[in-house]
């Protein structure tokens, strides 16, 4: 027996991610089903993409006439679209 067929017998070791304590794992991405919402959909502005990294959009909140943006928190699963309808994606939680 060669030295390969004996690593194989006795098993490898399971490859796992090593992470720091503050890292955070990959999110499950949900894709909608739908790329513009029609002209007949209610939007609310909810604030303003600041950055992109990798597939996080960060969202600086903008108050609404009756809500100020601290106090606005968007739930999970909530469609986010641009102005012209195109739709980014859903919120996540990280």
Known sequence: MDDEDEDEEEGGAVAATVR????????????????????????ERVGEIMNIVNNVVIVKGGGSGTHRASEHALDAETLLVYDDRKVLGYVGTI
């Open 20 to 43: 720091t304590k503050n890292e955070f794992s990959e999110p499950d991405i949900m894709i909608p089903p739908i790329l513009q919402v029609g002209p007949d959909e209610q939007l």
